[in-house]
Nanobody, 121 residues
Framework: HVQLVESGGGSVQAGGSLRLSCAAS????????IGWFRQALGKEREELAT???????TYAPSVKGRFTISKDNANDTLYLEMNSLKPEDTGMYFC????????????????WGQGTQVTVS
């Protein structure tokens, strides 16, 4: 069955950087849309960045220019490089995948990891 496991979270000072990873099992990143989401305490979950099976990427305005999504298709691992971190970037970060290659759709993200906490102070 599909598993997504995030890692790399932690505590960092404002202006710092972190790199998150999401290791996928039984799920090919070259054939599916996958992305990063954030949920801050008391706020709705926010889509941050996505990458399609073909490598097309999207970013939320709140992270564009500071965060970079990338993937290693050979190892089915997704990354999120986060730079110039701000206190408002604090939250639980999740990776999630769809059942299709394209991210240009409103179809829901079916598979979710357990999340990794990022705290920026």
């Amino acid at each position: 069955h599909v598993q997504l496991v995030e890692s790399g979270g932690g505590s960092v000072q404002a202006g710092g950087s972190l790199r998150l990873s999401c290791a996928a099992s039984a799920y090919s990143l070259s054939r599916h849309c996958i992305g990063w989401f954030r949920q801050a305490l008391g706020k709705e979950r926010e889509e941050l960045a996505t990458v399609s099976g073909n490598g097309d990427v999207t970013y939320a305005p709140s992270v564009k220019g500071r965060f970079t999504i990338s993937k290693d298709n050979a190892n089915d691992t997704l990354y999120l490089e986060m730079n110039s971190l701000k206190p408002e970037d604090t939250g639980m970060y999740f990776c999630a995948g769809r059942n299709i290659r394209s991210c240009a759709t409103n179809l829901p993200f079916r598979y979710w990891g357990q999340g990794t906490q990022v705290t920026v102070s």
